[in-house]
């Protein structure tokens, strides 16, 4: 399977037979996780040296709120970068007839065909 390559094949995959997109996109939230509990924790350790009821606030309250908004923001972005890899291009393919149109079929001058003669 051409997907099986880990991160470093895929990136030396001179051939283009596996994608490394994906991968970067796993690699890069997973630093995002990583460097957003270091940021909390850095943030723990000041509201402490701060006081001890804003650093237990911050412990329970601040750093939770804070991981979960951060990672959801950035989790979203990711997938739609990776949804938007994955779409198909449909620039150079033919219109599908199959498909309804949007528009009615106009008469003359751009009115509505009449149900009634006269």
């Not at 850095?42 to 650093?55: M, P």
């Not at 990672?71 to 994955?86: K, P, T």
Request: net charge positive.
């Amino acid at each position: 399977m051409a997907d099986s390559k880990g991160f470093l094949g895929a990136l030396f995959d001179f051939g283009f037979q596996s994608f490394v997109t994906p991968k970067v996109v796993k690699m890069l939230y997973v630093l995002i996780m990583i460097g957003t509990v270091v940021s909390a924790l850095v943030f723990t350790i000041v509201a402490f040296k701060a006081s001890l009821t804003f650093g237990v606030a911050t412990l329970l309250l601040g750093d939770p709120l804070f991981i979960l908004i951060v990672l959801a923001i950035w989790g979203m972005i990711l997938e739609f970068c990776v949804v938007d890899y994955r779409r198909p291009s449909t620039a150079n393919q033919p219109p599908n007839t199959n498909q309804p149109h949007c528009f009615p079929h106009r008469g003359k001058a751009g009115r509505p065909p009449s149900d009634h003669s006269g």
